[in-house]
């Protein structure tokens, strides 16, 4: 079965510096992975996919995840938080007929 | 904007009410879905529709009854709901539901809530 592990629930950091936001998964083959961010009172929006093509992965906003098979891990990364990148943060794994199987979150929090 | 929208965004109702939410998507896809997003609880999904055909009920009770007409649209119909079904519920569609992992666009969703 698939299943998604975000490492933690809530990231605080300071504009400008480094974001990086931890999941993990379990999947019994090839997994298709994403990462989407849900602003407050908003839907979720995509910020990227994974593959199987390049294992590293970059989206929109600056945004980038890196696929590591050995450490079936796939964590987000953005260089420099703005204060537009507070929301919640979901990994996601896909399952056989589509279904996509959501982390828990992360609520990213960026301090000015 | 994702191209997908829900109407209402809000949506009060009483335990005894029979009311409608609706979902349209305009971006050619075959697949819709129905999630609930409760507080402190991960995503639910509940109902998936493939080319109009239902392909999964996640055991969702039955006082909630979706319905796709046509591939653009999708709606989910409630009667006699509990407190406990207050949340934000968001559709989504992709382009079609298979054995690969396509991408899903979402909604803004319309929160719900029963007194």
């Known amino acids: 079965a698939q299943s998604v592990t975000q490492l933690d629930s809530h990231v605080s950091v300071s504009e400008g510096t480094p974001v990086l936001l931890r999941c993990n998964y379990s999947s019994s083959y090839s997994p298709s992975l994403f990462w989407y961010v849900q602003h407050p009172n908003k839907g979720l929006q995509l910020l990227l996919k994974y593959t199987s093509a390049a294992t590293l992965v970059k989206g929109i906003n600056g945004f980038e995840a890196e696929f590591k098979k050995s450490e079936t891990s796939f964590h987000l990364t953005k260089p420099s938080a703005h204060m537009s990148d507070a929301a919640e943060y979901f990994c996601?794994?896909?399952?056989?007929?589509?279904?996509?199987?959501f982390g828990a979150g992360t609520i990213l929090r960026v301090k000015s | 904007e994702t191209g997908v929208t829900q109407t209402p965004r809000h949506l009060v109702m009483g335990m005894t009410n029979k009311k409608s939410l609706k979902c349209e998507q305009h971006?050619?896809?075959?697949?819709m879905y129905w999630y609930k997003q409760s507080a402190k609880k991960p995503l639910e999904l509940m109902f998936v529709?493939?080319?109009?055909?239902?392909?999964e009920n996640n055991s969702v009770p039955s006082r909630f009854s979706p319905e796709c007409p046509n591939s653009s649209h999708l709606f989910l119909h409630l009667h006699t709901l509990q407190p406990e079904d207050s949340a934000l519920y968001l559709c989504?569609?992709?382009?079609?539901?298979?054995?690969?992992?396509?991408?899903?666009?979402f909604g803004p969703g319309t929160r719900l809530t029963v007194t």
């Open positions: 971006l050619g896809h075959n697949a």
């Open positions: 529709y493939n080319f109009k055909e239902q392909t």
């Open positions: 989504a569609s992709s382009l079609k539901s298979g054995i690969e992992s396509y991408e899903q666009y």
């Open positions: 996601v794994v896909g399952s056989y007929g589509n279904k996509l199987v």
